[in-house]
């Protein structure tokens, strides 16, 4: 693709032209993988008459001459597919024997199993106790939320257990100039990255403080100041977005990568195979990290897929994959660094799936226990959890102990129960928010919309107690 056309030019919005003219062709900053590319196009046997073809670069924008010979005992397609001839009938079966593996750093005693994986941990205690306090911090405060949406206090909460160690292990490993789009089971990864317990809370009691001016549901969080674009439960339109984010920061020669996170099931959608093709033709900087948890809502992976999980898609669209135990922080943590390093200096996609169980309940307004056995989460809350093993991998370089871990939660709790309880009191965002946002002043309609709502407030007073929003009748009309 390339920038320089005058049609194309005359199509692209005005910021797109700017970056087009400091990079006239974009991927000409990125030669050593064109290089790289032409070097894995297949060869002919020398001596032999040449067809010329053509093949696609991988993105570069431009194709490179392909030599076909007479006699050949492969044929080599436009699409650079390096296939023997054969007089073999034979389909090739998924092989559930030869699934890829799943990468571990440290077993489920928290013991390293070797140290050949170039972490340095005498000096990552800092890090570590880090990493732990985010994850046990994400566990406490959805106990928490958990049980006040039980009580009527929140409209809806969606908790992370089991799968912490895929959130704060990763987020561990990134950069602050990352941009992660995520699901919304990834708590963990804007805890880490230093959102307050003050904007969790206000995000899920949708006040006056929430960063989303309270117009969406609670869990929807979103930071511009940590790179977090909003939640949208909508299944897998971040991974487009991330794709395309991708791509910006390669455009703008940025050393950083996006990040996206999803479900093994939001990658049943469309979406998901768009964002990959793309992101691998086009060579986008991006890490698709997918939380393999078992389920989607009440469906089981074994009736959304049959081949071999969500790893062999990336392997399918040439992105290179690595499949990861998410309970182990640091084999999350491990392929991940390594993903963000060959998504930067490689300019391409990375795709991740981690492994682990969903522990609870999908959200609040599911009970899992109408679609699986109780012993079924039970047997897995003893065979494993990822903050019990990181727990055990402190306490075993005696980092850690019984003490220092009350101590830890007591104070946790207190700490969120007090951004709660501060939260809940707040005032609701002025009712005008509703309408702002969408055109730079409200139109005509939105004008007529806001006095119809106060002229109905006025005419039904006991069923409007505006009290709770802010300036409260006299917020229901934009003043802007
Ligand atoms: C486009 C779309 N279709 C359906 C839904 C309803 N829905 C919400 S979550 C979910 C399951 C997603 O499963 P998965 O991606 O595995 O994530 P998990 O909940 O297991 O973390 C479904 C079907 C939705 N939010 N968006
Ligand atoms: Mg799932």
Redesign the pocket.
């Known amino acids: 693709m390339s920038f320089s056309g005058p049609l194309r030019r005359s199509l692209l919005p005005r910021s797109y032209r700017s970056i087009a003219a400091r990079y006239p062709c974009p991927k000409r900053r990125c030669l050593s993988s064109a290089v790289n590319a032409a070097a894995e196009v297949p060869r002919e046997p020398e001596g032999t008459k040449e067809v010329p073809m053509t093949v696609g670069d991988g993105g570069a924008g431009t194709s490179r001459p392909v030599k076909q010979r007479a006699g050949s005992d492969r044929l080599v397609f436009p699409g650079a597919v390096n296939s023997k001839f054969t007089n073999r009938l034979h389909f090739r079966k998924s092989d559930p024997e030869k699934a890829i593996d799943t990468y571990r750093v440290m077993d489920t005693e928290g013991k390293i199993f070797d140290e050949t994986h170039g972490l340095d941990f005498d000096s990552m205690k800092e890090q570590t106790l880090k990493m732990y306090s985010s994850m046990v911090t994400v566990s406490i405060m959805d106990q928490i939320m958990f049980d006040s949406q039980r009580q009527g206090r929140i409209s809806f909460y969606?908790v992370n257990a089991g799968?912490e160690g895929i959130a704060v292990g990763s987020a561990a490993a990134l950069g602050e100039q990352d941009v992660i789009y995520a699901?919304?089971?990834e708590a963990g990864v804007l805890m880490y990255r230093g959102y307050g317990l003050d904007e969790f809370m206000n995000q899920c009691f949708a006040n006056r403080k929430d960063h989303g001016k309270g117009r969406n549901m609670p869990i929807h969080y979103t930071s511009k100041r940590l790179n977090f674009h909003p939640i949208s439960?909508?299944?897998?339109?971040q991974l487009p977005h991330a794709s395309g984010a991708g791509y910006a920061l390669k455009l703008e020669g940025k050393e950083a990568c996006a990040v996206t996170y999803?479900?093994?099931?939001?990658?049943?959608?469309g979406d998901f195979h768009a964002a990959l093709n793309i992101a691998a033709t086009r060579g986008c900087p991006t890490l698709f990290i997918c939380?393999?948890?078992?389920?989607?809502?009440s469906?089981p992976?074994l009736d959304?897929y049959k081949g071999d999980g969500i790893a062999s898609r990336g392997v399918g669209y040439g992105i290179d994959t690595i499949r990861v135990d998410g309970n182990d922080a640091w084999a999350v943590y491990k392929v991940t660094k390594e993903a963000r390093e060959i998504a930067i200096s490689q300019q391409k996609p990375v795709l991740i799936e981690a492994m682990s169980y969903?522990v609870s309940h999908?959200?609040t307004s599911d009970d899992s226990f109408a679609y699986r056995a109780r012993v079924e989460v039970e047997d897995w809350k003893r065979r494993d959890n990822p903050i019990t093993r990181l727990r055990k991998f402190m306490e075993l370089r005696n980092w850690w102990d019984q003490d220092q871990d009350s101590q830890l939660r007591t104070q946790l709790r207190k700490d969120i129960l007090k951004a709660f309880n501060a939260a809940e009191r707040e005032k609701k965002p002025a009712i005008s928010k509703l309408w702002e946002d969408i055109y730079d002043t409200p139109s005509k309609d939105q004008r007529e919309q806001m006095a119809d709502l106060k002229d109905v407030m006025h005419r039904y007073p006991d069923e409007y107690d505006v009290g709770m929003y802010e300036a409260g009748e006299n917020g229901v009309v934009s003043r802007r």
Not at 233 to 237: F, R
Not at 291 to 297: P, S
Request: aromatic fraction near 10%.
């Open positions: 969606i799968e699901q919304y089971r439960s909508t299944l897998a339109t999803f479900g093994e099931g939001a990658a049943s959608e939380r393999n948890n078992g389920y989607a809502i469906t992976t959304q969903r999908h959200s």
